[in-house]
């Protein structure tokens, strides 16, 4: 098994980012990777995103969740109201790859909310009605044991077919989230009848995996996983893990895991020419473009985990009875990759005038009051800006052997990122 080293090398990251330019077309997507893109998930994200899409240089890839996909079906041409109510349109300069999440977590998770969205959905065929009608998932389960692969391809068509529908570019089939043995295999029979449905419509051949975090405490079940990779060569691999911890101190034997999984997806991508795209990641997003990834994901309003949002409601205080700070986002922190939290952020400015970034977006707020109005859109804008220049700069000092400011000194410097300077 894998060991875990601090000391940073400094020439094996070098060598790493090294090999990761390169060009890749995506259903006639031209992409320079790597390259970033943005979870879109409220119309504050949409406005935002699309508004910023022609400045930003490596940021080339929208992931709507089918469950809200419905109100933000895109055209690469498309006027629609902005956040004050005047009409926008927006003529872009490039090709945007659009990503559908197809949420197969909400065909086994019981997030009333989420269900309701799938099931007021018209053309929701009715073998799916009754899965998401049910308190339980007896249903899907019985299906996935006996493999009743003509109703199984029937509902991984309805996903493939929505998708598309909603402006995919590259239709994948849900995957229950994994983390076993029978999860694992539920989650390949699903994808191997995807890649039947690709084929016979000639789309390219995808494959998504979801993740449960504790899938990565299972070095046996995470070998299997890249096993069935290598049996189905896909031309795009794109995964998710849930609510993963991989940064905490104590998760070691997870860090462990997830460098060989990486290891495993590099070789795959270097046998087949597969994309790696991880969704709905963080600042480890960017860390492992060097390893293996292509293109990371992130949520547009740094919130990884909805579903937890949505569950905690009820247990909130009355909203009356929180200040201004209880209601402010979370913040990209571009300095050390790390996240501030409404409070944190809030203090920081107070103690010195100013966001700790040097942006364009940040400085405009240099010696002046506290912009509570516009925070939750100036702080989406902010991290767009960085993460693009962050692969901007990531880009130019691969080119030139000069691998300090993009990545060697972050990683050095963030208390929470250091640790994984082993992988390297």
Same mark, same amino acid.
């Given at each position: 098994?894998?060991?875990?080293?601090?000391?940073?090398?400094?020439?094996?990251?070098?060598?790493?980012?090294?090999?990761?330019?390169?060009?890749?077309?995506?259903?006639?997507?031209?992409?320079?990777?790597?390259?970033?893109?943005?979870?879109?998930?409220?119309?504050?994200?949409?406005?935002?995103?699309?508004?910023?899409?022609?400045?930003?240089?490596?940021?080339?890839?929208?992931?709507?969740?089918?469950?809200?996909?419905?109100?933000?079906?895109?055209?690469?041409?498309?006027?629609?109201?902005?956040?004050?109510?005047?009409?926008?349109?927006?003529?872009?300069?490039?090709?945007?790859?659009?990503?559908?999440?197809?949420?197969?977590?909400?065909?086994? #998770?019981?997030? *009333?909310? &989420?269900?309701?969205?799938?099931?007021?959905? $018209?053309? %929701?065929?009715?073998?799916?009605?009754? /899965? =998401?009608?049910?308190?339980?998932?007896?249903?899907?389960?019985?299906?996935?044991?006996?493999?009743?692969?003509?109703?199984?391809?029937?509902?991984?068509?309805?996903?493939?077919?929505?998708?598309?529908?909603?402006?995919?570019?590259?239709?994948?089939?849900?995957?229950?989230?994994?983390?076993?043995?029978?999860?694992?295999?539920?989650?390949?029979?699903?994808?191997?009848?995807?890649?039947?449905?690709?084929?016979?419509?000639?789309?390219?051949?995808?494959?998504?995996?979801?993740?449960?975090? #504790?899938?990565? *405490?299972? &070095?046996?079940?995470?070998?299997?996983?890249? $096993?069935? %990779?290598?049996?189905?060569?896909?031309? /795009? =691999?794109?995964?998710?893990?849930?609510?993963?911890?991989?940064?905490?101190?104590?998760?070691?034997?997870?860090?462990?895991?997830?460098?060989?999984?990486?290891?495993?997806?590099?070789?795959?991508?270097?046998?087949?020419?597969?994309?790696?795209?991880?969704?709905?990641?963080?600042?480890?997003?960017?860390?492992?473009?060097?390893?293996?990834?292509?293109?990371?994901?992130?949520?547009?309003?740094?919130?990884?985990?909805?579903?937890?949002?949505?569950?905690?409601?009820?247990?909130?205080?009355?909203?009356?009875? *929180?200040?201004?700070?209880?209601?402010?986002?979370?913040?990209?922190?571009?300095?050390?990759?790390?996240?501030?939290?409404?409070?944190?952020?809030?203090?920081?400015?107070?103690?010195?005038?100013?966001?700790?970034?040097?942006?364009?977006?940040?400085?405009?707020?240099?010696?002046?009051?506290?912009?509570?109005?516009?925070?939750?859109?100036?702080?989406?804008?902010?991290?767009?800006?960085?993460?693009?220049?962050?692969?901007?700069?990531?880009?130019?000092?691969?080119?030139?052997?000069?691998?300090?400011?993009?990545?060697?000194?972050?990683?050095?410097?963030?208390?929470?990122?250091?640790?994984?300077?082993?992988?390297?």
């Amino acid at each position: 098994m894998y060991k875990e080293y601090k000391v940073l090398n400094k020439e094996k990251i070098k060598q790493s980012f090294k090999a990761i330019l390169r060009e890749v077309e995506i259903a006639n997507v031209k992409i320079e990777l790597p390259a970033y893109g943005s979870i879109i998930r409220k119309k504050i994200d949409f406005n935002i995103f699309h508004r910023n899409i022609n400045l930003l240089k490596n940021t080339n890839v929208v992931c709507y969740p089918l469950t809200d996909a419905e109100q933000f079906k895109t055209t690469t041409e498309q006027t629609f109201f902005d956040i004050s109510g005047g009409k926008i349109e927006i003529k872009y300069n490039k090709d945007i790859l659009t990503i559908i999440d197809p949420k197969g977590e909400y065909l086994v #998770s019981k997030v *009333k909310s &989420e269900r309701e969205k799938f099931l007021a959905m $018209k053309d %929701l065929p009715a073998i799916l009605k009754q /899965i =998401f009608s049910q308190n339980d998932i007896s249903t899907l389960k019985s299906l996935l044991k006996e493999t009743n692969e003509k109703l199984l391809s029937s509902i991984i068509e309805w996903y493939m077919k929505k998708e598309m529908m909603l402006g995919s570019k590259i239709p994948i089939s849900p995957s229950v989230p994994i983390k076993g043995n029978k999860t694992l295999k539920y989650a390949t029979t699903m994808n191997r009848i995807g890649q039947t449905i690709q084929s016979d419509n000639e789309w390219q051949n995808t494959v998504y995996y979801l993740f449960e975090y #504790s899938s990565f *405490k299972n &070095e046996e079940l995470i070998k299997q996983t890249l $096993k069935n %990779l290598f049996l189905m060569k896909p031309d /795009i =691999f794109i995964f998710n893990i849930r609510n993963y911890k991989f940064s905490n101190k104590k998760a070691k034997i997870e860090r462990i895991i997830l460098k060989s999984f990486f290891d495993g997806l590099n070789k795959l991508k270097q046998l087949y020419g597969t994309t790696i795209i991880w969704l709905n990641a963080d600042s480890l997003g960017y860390l492992s473009l060097g390893l293996c990834v292509d293109i990371f994901v992130e949520p547009l309003d740094l919130n990884f985990n909805p579903d937890l949002r949505i569950q905690r409601r009820e247990d909130l205080e009355d909203d009356t009875k *929180k200040t201004a700070q209880d209601m402010l986002g979370i913040f990209f922190n571009p300095s050390d990759l790390t996240y501030l939290r409404g409070k944190e952020i809030y203090a920081w400015f107070n103690n010195s005038n100013s966001f700790p970034c040097n942006c364009i977006n940040c400085k405009s707020y240099e010696n002046s009051k506290f912009p509570f109005k516009e925070y939750n859109e100036f702080r989406r804008n902010h991290l767009l800006t960085m993460r693009d220049q962050h692969i901007t700069e990531l880009k130019e000092e691969i080119k030139t052997d000069k691998l300090k400011g993009a990545v060697v000194d972050r990683i050095s410097q963030s208390n929470e990122f250091s640790i994984f300077s082993s992988f390297f």
